[in-house]
């Protein structure tokens, strides 16, 4: 069983930066592909950034030259550094991970960017 636990959402300002964080409680270098999802109100969850356990990266349209997705092996963490913030990307962010027909979500961290 794999646990996630985000941190780092909060309030900023539009063109702010943050930065989320997901802790896993087992190793995500054996064949994990991490993923940050958003879901905001009376919206559908959507994909903003993945990352297979090789370090290759793939990012939703919407937040493409202003998100940054990596990952820390050696802390089992993801990172999420956003950019340029509108409020549009006001939302809960949620930390995925998957492994063969596993899949596993955190419990989401709120983010609110102010305009």
């Known amino acids: 069983q794999m646990q996630l636990v985000e941190s780092g959402g909060g309030l900023v300002q539009a063109g702010g930066s943050l930065t989320l964080s997901c802790a896993a409680s087992?190793?995500?270098?054996?064949?994990?592909?991490m993923s940050w999802y958003r879901q905001a109100p009376g919206k559908q969850r959507e994909l903003v950034a993945g990352?297979?356990?090789?370090?290759?990266?793939n990012y939703g349209d919407s937040v493409k030259g202003r998100f940054t997705i990596s990952q820390d092996n050696a802390k089992n963490t993801v990172y999420l550094y956003m950019s340029s913030l509108k409020p549009e990307d006001t939302a809960v962010y949620l930390c995925?991970?998957?492994?063969?027909?596993?899949?596993?979500w955190g419990q989401g961290t709120q983010v609110t960017v102010s305009s």
């Open positions: 995925k991970a998957s492994i063969m027909s596993y899949t596993y």
């Open positions: 087992k190793s995500i270098v054996s064949g994990y592909f």
């Open positions: 990352i297979s356990s090789q370090g290759s990266t």
